[in-house]
Protein backbone atom coordinates (compact mmCIF):
# COMPACT_ATOMS: atom_id res chain seq x y z
CA UNK A 1 0.00 0.00 0.00
CA UNK A 2 1.23 3.10 -1.13
CA UNK A 3 2.02 5.95 1.86
CA UNK A 4 0.39 8.81 0.17
CA UNK A 5 -3.13 6.37 0.18
CA UNK A 6 -2.72 4.79 3.51
CA UNK A 7 -2.20 8.87 4.94
CA UNK A 8 -5.62 10.15 3.53
CA UNK A 9 -7.51 6.85 4.50
CA UNK A 10 -6.46 7.51 7.68
CA UNK A 11 -7.45 11.40 7.97
CA UNK A 12 -10.51 10.67 6.40
CA UNK A 13 -11.08 8.22 8.80
CA UNK A 14 -9.89 10.19 11.71
CA UNK A 15 -12.06 12.97 10.42
CA UNK A 16 -15.29 10.73 10.97
CA UNK A 17 -14.23 9.42 14.19
CA UNK A 18 -15.03 13.12 15.42
CA UNK A 19 -18.34 13.81 13.97
CA UNK A 20 -21.49 13.33 16.15
CA UNK A 21 -22.93 10.89 14.31
CA UNK A 22 -20.19 8.69 15.05
CA UNK A 23 -19.24 9.69 18.55
CA UNK A 24 -22.82 9.11 19.38
CA UNK A 25 -23.04 5.56 17.82
CA UNK A 26 -21.55 2.70 19.99
CA UNK A 27 -22.09 0.71 16.64
CA UNK A 28 -20.08 2.87 14.45
CA UNK A 29 -17.19 3.50 17.46
CA UNK A 30 -17.43 -0.80 17.56
CA UNK A 31 -16.35 -0.86 13.75
CA UNK A 32 -13.90 1.48 13.94
CA UNK A 33 -11.76 0.71 17.36
CA UNK A 34 -9.73 -2.27 17.36
CA UNK A 35 -10.96 -4.67 20.27
CA UNK A 36 -7.63 -3.91 21.93
CA UNK A 37 -7.99 -0.08 21.77
CA UNK A 38 -6.52 2.17 24.40
CA UNK A 39 -6.25 5.63 24.93
CA UNK A 40 -4.30 8.50 26.79
CA UNK A 41 -6.54 11.34 27.13
CA UNK A 42 -5.34 14.52 26.76
CA UNK A 43 -6.19 15.10 30.67
CA UNK A 44 -4.15 12.01 31.22
CA UNK A 45 -6.29 9.34 32.08
CA UNK A 46 -6.54 6.24 30.36
CA UNK A 47 -9.09 3.91 28.37
CA UNK A 48 -9.71 0.99 26.66
CA UNK A 49 -12.51 0.31 23.74
CA UNK A 50 -15.37 -0.38 26.54
CA UNK A 51 -15.33 2.78 28.43
CA UNK A 52 -15.00 4.74 24.97
CA UNK A 53 -18.00 2.73 23.94
CA UNK A 54 -19.84 3.35 27.16
CA UNK A 55 -18.92 7.14 27.58
CA UNK A 56 -18.59 8.59 23.87
CA UNK A 57 -22.49 7.73 22.99
CA UNK A 58 -23.97 10.04 26.35
CA UNK A 59 -21.66 12.77 25.77
CA UNK A 60 -22.81 16.30 23.90
CA UNK A 61 -20.31 15.91 20.92
CA UNK A 62 -17.59 18.94 21.02
CA UNK A 63 -16.51 20.47 18.06
CA UNK A 64 -13.27 18.97 16.81
CA UNK A 65 -11.01 20.85 13.96
CA UNK A 66 -8.18 18.86 12.68
CA UNK A 67 -5.10 19.98 11.00
CA UNK A 68 -1.19 19.49 10.22
CA UNK A 69 -1.60 15.94 9.19
CA UNK A 70 1.18 13.67 8.89
CA UNK A 71 1.14 10.14 8.20
CA UNK A 72 4.34 7.35 8.95
CA UNK A 73 3.68 3.80 8.25
CA UNK A 74 5.58 1.63 10.77
CA UNK A 75 5.02 -2.04 9.47
CA UNK A 76 3.16 -3.69 6.41
CA UNK A 77 -0.13 -2.18 8.20
CA UNK A 78 0.54 -0.62 10.32
CA UNK A 79 0.74 3.68 10.74
CA UNK A 80 0.61 6.49 12.82
CA UNK A 81 -1.18 9.30 12.24
CA UNK A 82 0.04 12.78 13.64
CA UNK A 83 -2.20 15.81 13.69
CA UNK A 84 -2.96 19.32 16.07
CA UNK A 85 -6.49 19.57 17.27
CA UNK A 86 -9.00 21.87 18.74
CA UNK A 87 -11.43 21.31 20.58
CA UNK A 88 -14.71 22.88 21.88
CA UNK A 89 -16.89 21.68 24.21
CA UNK A 90 -20.66 23.29 24.90
CA UNK A 91 -20.48 23.70 28.24
CA UNK A 92 -16.71 25.34 28.36
CA UNK A 93 -16.06 28.94 26.14
CA UNK A 94 -12.07 28.52 25.76
CA UNK A 95 -11.52 25.87 23.70
CA UNK A 96 -8.86 23.46 24.05
CA UNK A 97 -5.53 22.76 22.04
CA UNK A 98 -3.58 19.25 21.82
CA UNK A 99 -1.37 17.43 19.58
CA UNK A 100 -2.59 14.24 18.73
CA UNK A 101 -1.19 10.97 17.77
CA UNK A 102 -3.05 7.69 16.61
CA UNK A 103 -1.94 4.30 15.66
CA UNK A 104 -3.64 1.94 12.81
CA UNK A 105 -3.54 -1.19 12.28
CA UNK A 106 -4.97 -2.46 8.67
CA UNK A 107 -6.37 -6.02 9.48
CA UNK A 108 -6.90 -7.32 5.78
CA UNK A 109 -10.08 -5.75 5.69
CA UNK A 110 -10.27 -2.38 7.04
CA UNK A 111 -8.36 -0.09 9.19
CA UNK A 112 -8.64 0.13 13.20
CA UNK A 113 -7.38 2.64 15.42
CA UNK A 114 -5.57 0.61 18.38
CA UNK A 115 -4.26 3.77 20.38
CA UNK A 116 -5.36 7.56 20.46
CA UNK A 117 -3.25 10.07 22.58
CA UNK A 118 -4.26 13.55 22.72
CA UNK A 119 -1.18 15.49 24.42
CA UNK A 120 -2.44 19.60 25.66
CA UNK A 121 -0.60 21.90 24.23
CA UNK A 122 -0.20 25.61 23.62
CA UNK A 123 -2.84 27.82 21.59
CA UNK A 124 -1.48 27.41 17.99
Not at 25 to 31: G, Q, R
Not at 52 to 61: D, F, G, K, Q, Y
Not at 79 to 93: F, V
Request: aromatic share 10%; proline share 5%; hydrophobic share 40%.
Amino acid sequence: MHSDTVKQQLIALEQLLVQPDTRLSAELLNHYLADDFYEIAATGRCFGKADVLERLPTEAPPVITQQDFDCRVLADGLAQLTYRATIQRAKNDSPSYSMRSSIWRFDGEKWQMVFHQGTACNPF
